[in-house]
C-alpha cells in the first residue's frame, strides 16, 4: 500500500538555521503531496501542497518540491524561527484512490522541530 | 474561515465508561474524519464519513463507533472505554475528494482512561 516516511526527530535548531525535513513517499499513480504543521496545543493544518511533478509548494518562507524521479517531497526553510517549533507531517493521496479510498490522506509519523534562541 | 469545533479539549474517564467526543463544522463540508493521534505512531484513521448518515471504517475501527445526523456534526463514540484507547483524538472536515481539496482540523480532544 502507499506510505510516507519522514526523518526521524526530533530536530533542534538555533534560530536562523536551514531547515530540512526529508520525506520520501511510495504510491500508486501520480499523488499529490501535502505538508501539514501542527503547533503546541493546536490541530493540524495545511502549510503546503503539490499536485505535479517539478511543482513547488510554498507558503510562510517553508518549501517543498514534487520531485517523482527520487519519490521525495523534502520540507526546507532557510531560517528557522522560534515560533517555527512544531510538528511537521508529510502526507499523500493519490488518484487512483477510488470509491471511499479516494477520500483519504496517507500521513508520516510527523518530526518534531524545536527552534532556540 | 473554517471552523472545526471539538467540544471537549481534555476529558478524564474511567475504564467500561461510554464516552461521546464531539465535532461540529461550520463550512458545510461533505467528508468528515476522525483520527488518533500517538507519539510515535502520527495520525491513524478511525472513521470517516463522506455524506450524511453514512460512515466508512478507517485503519483502526475496533472499539468505535461514530453517527453522523446532521452535515455539520460527526460524533466518536467509545461504548466502552479502556485504557488503550488514552490517546489524543482528531477531528477534520473537508470538501470534496482529496485531490483538490485540503483537511482542516479541530484542536483536538485529549481523553484520558483510568
Known amino acids: 500500500g502507499d506510505s510516507v516516511t519522514q526523518m526521524e526527530g526530533p530536530v533542534t535548531l538555533s534560530e536562523e538555521a536551514f531547515l530540512t525535513i526529508n520525506c520520501t513517499y511510495t504510491?500508486?499513480?501520480?499523488?499529490?503531496l501535502f505538508w501539514y504543521v501542527q503547533y503546541p496545543g493546536e490541530g493540524l493544518q495545511l502549510l503546503l501542497k503539490?499536485?505535479?511533478?517539478?511543482d513547488k509548494g510554498s507558503n510562510k518562507g517553508f518549501e517543498a518540491t514534487y520531485r517523482k524521479e527520487t519519490t521525495s517531497f523534502h520540507l526546507e526553510k532557510g531560517s528557522v524561527q522560534v515560533s517555527d517549533s512544531a510538528v511537521y507531517f508529510c502526507?499523500?493521496?493519490?488518484?487512483?484512490?477510488?470509491?471511499?479510498?479516494?477520500?483519504?490522506?496517507?500521513f508520516g509519523k510527523g518530526t518534531k522541530l524545536s527552534v532556540i534562541p | 474561515d473554517v471552523k472545526v469545533t471539538q467540544s471537549s479539549r481534555y476529558l478524564v474517564k474511567r475504564t467500561g465508561e461510554k464516552v461521546f467526543l464531539e465535532c461540529v463544522q461550520d463550512?458545510?463540508?461533505?467528508?468528515m474524519f476522525w483520527y488518533r493521534q500517538d507519539p510515535g505512531l502520527g495520525l491513524r484513521l478511525i472513521y470517516f464519513?463522506?455524506?450524511?448518515?453514512m460512515k466508512e471504517k478507517g485503519d483502526i475501527p475496533e472499539g468505535y463507533s461514530v453517527s453522523r445526523e446532521k452535515k455539520e456534526r460527526f460524533s466518536l463514540i467509545l461504548e466502552s472505554a479502556s485504557t488503550n484507547q488514552t490517546s489524543m483524538y482528531l477531528c477534520?472536515?473537508?470538501?470534496?475528494?482529496w485531490g483538490t481539496g485540503e483537511l482542516f482540523f479541530g484542536e483536538g480532544s485529549r481523553l484520558t482512561v483510568l
Open positions: 504510491a500508486t499513480g501520480y499523488p499529490s
Open positions: 463550512m458545510d463540508h461533505e467528508n
Open positions: 464519513s463522506y455524506d450524511v448518515k
Open positions: 503539490a499536485t505535479k511533478a517539478d
Open positions: 477534520a472536515s473537508s470538501l470534496g475528494q
Open positions: 502526507a499523500l493521496t493519490s488518484p487512483a484512490y477510488s470509491g471511499a479510498g479516494s477520500y483519504q490522506l496517507t
